[in-house]
């Protein structure tokens, strides 16, 4: 059993896989749909600029908001946060923006701003932050910039059993951000061979992260998404279990209910369609409120 993110926090995880075509927004709002469905109170965000998630939550017309958005609490003002929560009846949500596009830039000249901190030289930090948009030498102090979204998390009065971040289809800044916050990964991945290289990148790019910072990333879970009755699939399976010997490994097969949940805005717990997977994800809750020490008692009737 492994503690929660702290003793009066949220359980934190992101969902994370750079390969795109996993499913992986799909996946996420339904493992937020079947804790929901457990009585839990969730707080999902949308780390990715595309705003898959926000679109498939229902909040089209937030994406396209006027600042703040998330952009600004990554980069300017963390307390901005709590300004940005949409309620839901199943999670409450934090959407992605436009602005998220830019992100990935601000991110990267925020760390090169904290490696010149710490490892000193002759490069000129105001010249760095002139590059930017909000970033500034002064609101850059530790040894890195990774902890951007975990300080605008700290800020937040609402009271939530979870925190689940979805990840960009991206390794970068913005993704090492979302890892860095949660330190609890959740991996979708399709049943095909290039999911081999994906995950393998995945792990080196958690390594890196975790050199370059004080973090220590735990591996959840992998729910194989997407399974068909083909040999590849059953080869992948066992590389999956193979490669996370002290894993679960969840099975969801293709279903069209899921994909109609999504484009009607809400994860296939809030529908009136029956879905076999929905006991699938319904494992997946148990077991994260198992890994994260959520009593049975806690559970509401």
Request: charge should be negative; hydrophobic fraction near 40%.
């Amino acid at each position: 059993m492994m503690n929660r993110q702290s003793k009066t926090g949220p359980a934190r995880f992101c969902v994370t896989n750079a390969k795109g075509g996993t499913g992986k927004t799909t996946v996420a709002i339904n493992v937020a749909g079947a804790l929901n469905d457990r009585g839990r109170d969730v707080l999902f965000i949308d780390l990715d600029p595309q705003g898959n998630a926000t679109e498939g939550v229902g909040l089209v017309e937030a994406y396209d908001a006027d600042p703040p958005t998330l952009f600004d609490a990554l980069t300017g003002d963390p307390s901005a946060l709590g300004e940005l929560i949409c309620e839901g009846e199943e999670m409450d949500v934090i959407p992605s923006s436009i602005d998220m596009l830019q992100a990935e830039h601000e991110l990267t000249i925020a760390d090169l701003i904290a490696r010149v901190n710490t490892q000193g030289g002759d490069i000129d930090q105001a010249a760095l932050a002139s590059f930017a948009i909000n970033i500034t030498p002064e609101m850059v102090t530790g040894s890195h910039a990774l902890d951007t979204l975990d300080r605008a998390l700290s800020t937040l009065d609402a009271d939530y059993d979870y925190v689940i971040i979805d990840c960009p289809p991206f390794y970068g800044k913005l993704t090492d951000t979302g890892m860095y916050a949660a330190q609890n990964v959740l991996i979708p991945a399709l049943t095909e061979a290039t999911s081999e290289r994906a995950i393998e990148l995945l792990m080196d790019q958690m390594a890196a992260m975790e050199r370059q910072t004080d973090a220590s990333i735990n591996t959840l879970g992998v729910v194989a998404n997407r399974v068909e009755t083909t040999s590849e699939d059953e080869t992948m399976l066992e590389w999956f279990n193979m490669a996370f010997p002290d894993s679960p490994v969840w099975e969801v097969r293709k279903r069209v209910a899921l994909q109609r949940a999504f484009s009607a805005g809400q994860s296939i717990f809030a529908t009136e369609e029956s879905c076999d997977m929905a006991a699938v994800f319904e494992d997946i809750a148990a077991e994260l409120d198992e890994q994260f020490g959520f009593t049975d008692t806690e559970v509401p009737a």
